[in-house]
């Protein structure tokens, strides 16, 4: 259901305004600078979008990120891309479970990284085109394809 802009009230656009000034501030006692990028990666995540972050090791990339995600409450994982990694790796897997009281075995899907809220994928690089194709249909579909099912 879309909203009418027309409607939005100045009282809306107030709280709005305050909320992002409080967010930044948060942000701001953890990543010191890097005000462009702070303000390019929120811009990310209230459109519903994915950034590209790219940068020399040491300009605190991860820090932000990981940050931003805890200033948000959102839950946040970290992927390192190795040539080893495999798709269930960061999807997830189905393991068998016993319940104990009965001794039934059933199949109970472990999630993966992939379901945080926040995801850093990094050195995607590095993994075969598989891995990355787990990856980016998760982005790309908003859905995860694991053990066969959606």
Known sequence: ME???????????????????????????????????????LECIFSRGHALVVGVPGLAKTLLISTIARALSLDFSRIQFTPDLMPSDITGTEVFQEDKTTGQRSLCFIHGPIFSNVVLADEINRTPPKTQAALLEAMQEGQVTAGGQI
């Open 3 to 41: 909203r009418d802009m027309t409607d939005v009230r100045p009282d809306d656009l107030r709280q709005i305004s305050e909320a992002h000034d409080r967010l930044r501030a948060e942000i701001g006692k953890i990543v010191v600078g890097q005000e462009v990028v702070i303000e390019q990666m």
